[in-house]
């Protein structure tokens, strides 16, 4: 059964630093590209960041580049997304993100972790 676990949420200041992780069950993160994206209140969910299946690439929304990392441990079949320089406007519930494909089919999402930033 596909299932993804995110983890790493909190509260910090601004200018901290965060960790969330994603632990998928049921596949291999190293088969299909994953994605972290993003809800805050009263806005729709976007997409920060995404990492190829082989994770050769990444790519970054303009709102976080320079200073998010997205990254993956195949051996611990985990996602992480390195967050530095936290603003209040990153505040919003993280979500990371199996795409579909041809061997793993359907698209996933994980419950959410929430990140509050206090200025």
Same mark, same amino acid.
């Given at each position: 059964q596909v299932r993804l676990v995110e983890s790493g949420g909190g509260e910090v200041q601004s200018g901290g630093s965060l960790v969330l992780?994603?632990? =998928?069950y049921g596949f291999s993160v190293g088969s299909v590209a994953m994605s972290w994206?993003?809800? =805050?209140?009263?806005?729709?969910?976007?997409?920060?960041?995404?990492?190829? =299946?082989?994770g050769a690439r990444a790519s970054?929304?303009?709102?976080?580049?320079g200073r998010f990392?997205?990254?993956?441990?195949?051996s611990k079949n985990t996602v992480?997304?390195?967050?530095?320089?936290?603003?209040?406007?990153?505040? =919003?519930?993280?979500?990371c993100k199996k795409t579909g494909t041809v061997v793993v089919p359907g698209d996933y999402?994980?419950?959410?972790?929430?990140?509050?930033?206090s200025s």
């Open positions: 992780s994603c632990t =998928a994206h993003r809800q =805050a209140p009263g806005k729709e969910r976007e997409e920060v960041s995404l990492i190829t =299946a082989s970054y929304s303009d709102s976080v580049k990392t997205i990254s993956k441990d195949n992480y997304l390195q967050m530095n320089s936290l603003n209040v406007d990153d505040t =919003a519930i993280y979500y999402w994980g419950q959410g972790t929430q990140v509050t930033v």
